[in-house]
């Protein structure tokens, strides 16, 4: 199955160090087009502990285009990983269009170079 962009899936997601995986839940980011053509999804992490309200989106059920995910979430936007479609294990639907443009923007702000004076 090809995943489609703002999907949220379960799959495993690396540590940051290698050493282990955790079994979350993710958001899908590449396009559709780079998924249908590609084995991997380009996604970032969700968790349903707060971490760093400057490093997080707050994901809530009314995010949801279509699915749901068991509680509040939020969304790690300094968590993107490229992995292959091959190892997702569920998927729980989709976020609208509106909460995705904010994840796109936080995303952005994030790896976009400081404002020269």
Known sequence: MRYKQ???LLLP??????????????IVLSRDTYN?????IVIVGVTSQPYSREYEVTLDPDHME?????????????KI???SQDIVRKHYGAV????????LQSILSLIS???RT
């Open 66 to 78: 279509s699915g749901r995910l068991p509680r509040q979430s939020f969304v790690r936007i300094d």
């Open 81 to 83: 990983y490229t992995l």
């Open 6 to 8: 703002r999907d949220v």
């Open 113 to 115: 170079p400081p404002e």
């Open 36 to 40: 249908e053509t590609h084995e991997d």
């Open 96 to 103: 609208n269009e509106a909460f995705f443009a904010q994840l």
């Open 13 to 26: 997601v690396p540590f940051t160090d290698l050493s282990s995986q955790k079994v979350r839940p993710v």
